[in-house]
């Protein structure tokens, strides 16, 4: 990856956090064209979602499209040449940038080779101008919703109700699609810190639990209020409550789908997830 005349001030820094993050996962990250690599990054997005109905969650031909467009196909590979994770993203009409999916093989995905892709698309962005990027994710995901907001300082105002209709993919186990829109500013003070591995950490206050709005499925604490932000409790891991107890499950979905569908409606804005699942919802006003 190199600059080129429309590059963002913060574009050099960039491409040596990205350089640094895949050395500290120990991968090798490109910019992936080959038709028969490409190939392999189907089978990969299999093997971390399975098949739907549909089939691939993003099929060879357009992912040979995608990249053949002048977008985006990351690839991450091992030092022994094996894939092990990828991102794909497009450019949008308005010069920013859609992550559409990234994903790793299965058992591996606490060695920092997400964080690498993210900081490699990240880096591909502002060289070529671009200052923001886009995505959505499962707000009952928490593992994921961390890694969105607090890892990567990305922030979500926007809550979209079923984005994709009823999912039937392996992974989802026929839930209906909720999606919380990411946005990403790349160039940000927050990003920046976060993409250089000094996030902020996020905690629930101390004594928030003193003052419970609601309680989740589960009975527990799920809505508190604390030093002017809202805090709410997402499962623990949602994708294995849907197999041992998808009635508690589908609870969580509409739960969850109320409290921050009112939250960010009234101005709220999620910006961070705490190790234990918890939301931090501050107000818009705050600069990120």
Not at 265 to 287: D, E, H, Q
Request: glycine fraction near 8%; hydrophobic fraction near 40%; aromatic fraction near 8%.
């Amino acid at each position: 990856m190199s600059l080129n005349l429309d590059a963002h001030p913060s574009a050099e820094r960039a491409l040596f956090t990205a350089a640094s993050a895949a050395a500290t996962a120990n991968v090798h990250i490109i910019d992936e064209h080959n038709r028969d690599k490409l190939q392999q990054v189907e089978e990969l997005l299999v093997s971390v979602w399975g098949m739907s109905p549909h089939g691939a969650p993003i099929p060879f031909d357009l992912l040979r499209s995608i990249s053949h467009a002048g977008c985006n196909v990351a690839a991450a590979y091992t030092p022994e040449g094996v894939l092990c994770g990828t991102a794909v993203a497009i450019v949008s009409p308005e010069g920013s940038v859609y992550s559409l999916i990234a994903g790793v093989l299965p058992g591996i995905a606490d060695r920092g080779v997400g964080f690498a892709l993210k900081q490699h698309q990240r880096a591909w962005s502002l060289a070529r101008g671009m200052e923001t990027m886009t995505w959505t994710f499962d707000p009952l995901v928490s593992r994921n919703a961390r890694f969105n907001l607090t890892k990567l300082g990305a922030v979500a105002s926007e809550y979209e109700r079923n984005f994709y209709g009823e999912m039937q993919d392996e992974l989802n186990a026929n839930d209906q699609s909720d999606r919380l829109v990411v946005v990403w500013p790349l160039s940000s003070a927050r990003t920046i810190q976060c993409s250089e591995g000094l996030p902020e950490e996020v905690t629930l206050p101390q004594g928030a639990l003193d003052r419970v709005m609601e309680y989740g499925p589960d009975s527990q604490p799920a809505l508190v209020q604390s030093e002017g932000n809202l805090w709410c409790r997402a499962p623990r891991d949602i994708i294995a409550l849907r197999g041992t107890n998808p009635q508690e499950a589908a609870l969580w979905r509409s739960h969850l789908r109320a409290i921050l569908e009112a939250a960010l409606a009234s101005g709220y804005v999620a910006s961070g997830v705490s190790r234990t699942g918890w939301y931090k919802l501050t107000p818009a006003a705050f600069t990120f």
